[in-house]
C-alpha cells in the first residue's frame, strides 16, 4: 500500500529529532555557529515532519477503528457514524500524504537566507534602464508587502531615468527561497517615451538573486583589506557630498576553482555613515566570494531549473511583460495573466507560487514519491 511506503520512510525520525535536541544543547556545538545554525534548521524543519506524520497516523487509525465498525457492528446508528467518519477521513487522506512527500523533499540550504538581488539593463539603451527601474519598484514593492527589509547597496543611474544597475541587499525569513525564482532575464515590450512614432518596442533586463553569506561561511582575511573614502556624489542631502563617508574596499583573492588571483573591488555609498558602510561592503564582499567559491552549486541549479541567466541578452529570457496588451507571460511554466499594473506594482506572489508549485511536482518525480 501507498501509505505503508510512505511510513517506511519516516521511520527513524523520532531518534533523529531526540537527537538533534540533545545536540543542540551542548555547549561545544553552540559554540560551533557554521554546525549549530545547520543543526537547529534541521530540528525545525523535523519538527514540521513528524507534527505531520503524528497527523497522519492518527489518520490511518481513524479509517481502521471506522472498517472495524462497519465489518462487525450491526447497530445502524454506530454504523452510519463510521461510514460517515471513515468517508472524511479517507477524503483528507490524500492532502495529509502530499503534504508529508512534500516536508520530505530534502530542502535547498540556502532558502532559508538572505539575499542579494541585482538587476541590470541588458538590451535597448535608455528604454532597458527605465524597465530596470520598473523592476526595481516592483520588487522593493513585493518585499515591503511582505515586510522584508530592503537597502540599496549601490546603483548606477541611466542616462534618461531607471538604472543601468542596481543591487538591494534583503533581508527577512526565508528571502532566498522565495526570490531565487526571479533570476533571469525579463523582456518588456511596450512604447517608449521616446518613441514619436508609437512603435512598440523590445528591451530586457537581467535578474541575479544570489544568497547572501553570513560571516561564518567564508574566510576572510580582514587584515589585507585596503579601504579608500571619498566623497559620495549625486542627490542625497546637504552633507551627503561634504563628507567622506563613501568607501571603497579592495581585496586580493584567490579562486579556489581556478587557482587565480583577483582584485575585487566594491563601492558603498548607501549611508551617510561610514561604519555602516563598511559592513555592507564588507557583506558584499562575502556574498560575492561565497557565490563564486559554490558555483559549481549554482551552475547545477542553473541547469535544472533553467533560471540563473546573468546576461541581459533577449534570447535567453523567463519573462515577458506585454505592455499594449497588459499581460505577462511566465515562459518557464506557460504562466500567463493579464493584471499588468498590479504585477508591476508588487503583486507577483501568484507566479511564485505556480512556480514553486511546478518545481515540487519536478522534485516529487525525481524522488519518485
Known amino acids: 500500500m501507498a501509505e505503508n511506503t510512505l511510513l517506511q520512510r519516516l521511520e527513524g525520525l523520532d531518534a533523529r529529532f531526540e537527537e538533534i535536541g540533545t545536540l543542540i544543547t551542548d555547549p561545544a556545538v553552540i559554540a560551533d555557529q557554521q554546525r549549530y545554525v545547520k543543526l537547529t534548521k534541521e530540528y525545525k524543519s523535523l519538527e514540521t515532519l513528524l507534527a505531520a506524520t503524528r497527523r497522519y497516523r492518527q489518520m490511518l487509525d481513524d479509517i481502521a477503528d471506522a472498517r472495524n465498525v462497519l465489518e462487525h457492528e450491526s447497530d445502524d446508528d454506530l454504523r452510519a ?9 479517507t477524503a483528507q487522506l490524500p492532502k495529509q500524504e502530499e503534504e508529508i512527500k512534500l516536508l520530505l523533499i530534502p530542502e535547498d540550504p540556502e532558502d532559508g537566507k538572505n539575499a542579494v538581488l541585482e538587476i541590470r539593463a541588458g538590451t535597448g539603451g535608455d528604454e532597458a534602464a527605465l524597465f530596470a527601474g520598473d523592476l526595481a519598484r516592483m520588487y522593493t514593492r513585493y518585499c515591503e508587502a511582505r515586510h522584508w527589509n530592503i537597502q540599496v547597496s549601490s546603483c548606477t543611474e541611466g542616462a534618461a531615468g531607471g538604472y543601468k544597475e542596481i543591487i538591494f541587499s534583503v533581508t527577512g525569513d526565508g528571502v532566498y527561497g522565495v ?7 525579463h523582456r518588456v515590450q511596450r512604447v517608449p517615451v521616446t518613441e514619436t512614432q508609437g512603435r512598440v518596442h523590445t528591451s530586457a533586463a537581467s535578474v541575479a538573486v544570489l544568497p547572501e553569506a553570513e560571516p561564518f561561511d567564508v574566510h576572510i582575511n580582514e587584515g589585507e583589506i585596503k579601504w579608500d573614502t571619498f566623497r559620495s556624489s549625486g542627490a542625497g542631502g546637504q552633507n551627503v557630498n561634504k563628507v567622506n563617508s563613501g568607501v571603497r574596499l579592495r581585496y586580493m583573492w584567490t579562486n579556489p576553482n581556478t587557482g587565480e588571483q583577483q582584485e575585487i573591488l566594491i563601492e558603498c555609498t548607501e549611508t551617510r555613515d561610514q561604519p555602516k558602510n563598511k559592513e555592507r561592503a564588507l557583506a558584499r564582499l562575502r556574498t560575492f566570494i561565497y557565490d563564486n567559491e559554490h558555483q559549481k552549486y549554482v551552475d547545477d541549479i542553473a541547469s535544472r531549473r533553467k533560471t540563473l541567466v546573468s546576461t541581459g541578452d533577449r534570447s535567453a529570457k523567463i519573462r515577458t511583460y506585454n505592455y499594449p496588451q497588459g499581460r505577462i507571460t511566465d515562459h518557464r511554466i506557460g504562466y500567463t495573466i493579464y493584471n ?6 508588487g503583486d507577483i506572489q501568484d507566479c511564485i507560487d505556480h512556480l514553486i508549485v511546478a518545481e515540487n511536482a519536478e522534485k516529487l ?5
Open 179 to 185: 526570490l531565487k525564482y526571479e533570476s533571469g532575464v
Open 81 to 89: 457514524m463510521a461510514r460517515e467518519e471513515y468517508d472524511e477521513v
Open 340 to 345: 499588468l499594473p498590479a504585477f508591476m506594482d
Open 365 to 369: 518525480k525525481e524522488t519518485e514519491l
